[in-house]
């Protein structure tokens, strides 16, 4: 793939629901970081989550506006642990980052979640030509079979998705399996109706674990990556305009 932003999603869970929903993006290009609300689109994005209780971030007021720094925004960087820790370069191990890593490197690999506020940083989903790239992190960990087999799980185990039409929050829900079929989770609802195309036009695609973290909170233990190829049926415009998709970063 060619170069690209480095660019992060700002995701809001409201606290009651549980529901999480695409609000934001960040991005950092040439030394400049970027941030803006993500308006495009409906499911799970900024209108859906204005009309379940979200408020803009206090240091981000307004959303139609775009946002720069020359340095990561301080909001965000507070989300960072401070590399004067004791036990910093344990965290950085933990979490299979180098020394040198950057702090959106880092922003990425923790999520930025505090124990205060519902925000976490997640990665986008990268389209370039037919090809697609994908990760995320396990939702739903605690309430199905992962943690009684952590310890059995493997970084490149191999993973199936199969959609869940009964599921009562996200008539998109896609499931996340061990091959022997056992349920780890689910595929984070900001990215079930993509992968609910991908797998209702057949597309080919590898799942794979890419780390874990057994320590973690539970909605950050497992991180899966998807590379995968988007074939004739799917068409990438009708998909982009879709109220109920979300945003791809086409590159």
Not at 114 to 129: G, K, Q
Request: with cysteine; aromatic share 12%; glycine share 6%.
């Amino acid at each position: 793939m060619r170069k690209r932003p480095f660019e992060l999603w700002l995701i809001w869970q409201n606290a009651e629901t549980r529901q999480r929903y695409h609000v934001g993006r960040l991005l950092h290009q040439d030394g400049i970081y970027t941030f803006s609300y993500e308006k495009s689109g409906y499911r799970r994005k900024l209108a859906e989550a204005m009309e379940n209780g979200y408020r803009p971030h206090l240091a981000f007021p307004d959303t139609n506006r775009v946002y720069t720094s020359n340095k990561l925004f301080g909001p965000f960087a507070r989300r960072l642990p401070d590399s004067r820790r004791p036990d910093y370069q344990t965290i950085l191990k933990d979490l299979g980052l180098p020394l040198d890593c950057t702090e959106m490197d880092l922003l990425r690999a923790s999520g930025g979640i505090l124990a205060t506020d519902s925000y976490e940083f997640v990665s986008p989903i990268f389209v370039e030509e037919n090809q697609f790239y994908l990760d995320f992190f396990v939702a739903g960990w605690r309430y199905y079979d992962g943690e009684s087999m952590i310890d059995q799980l493997r970084r490149g185990d191999t993973v199936d998705f199969t959609w869940d039409p009964t599921n009562p929050k996200d008539h998109k829900a896609v499931s996340v399996l061990t091959v022997g079929g056992e349920k780890l989770g689910f595929i984070p609802a900001f990215y079930s109706g993509w992968m609910f195309e991908v797998i209702q036009k057949k597309c080919r695609y590898e799942a794979r674990i890419e780390e874990m973290h057994p320590k973690a909170v539970p909605h950050r233990k497992v991180n899966i990556s998807i590379v995968g190829e988007i074939n004739e049926s799917v068409d990438i415009d009708e998909v982009l305009n879709d109220k109920e998709q979300l945003r791809l970063v086409m590159c």
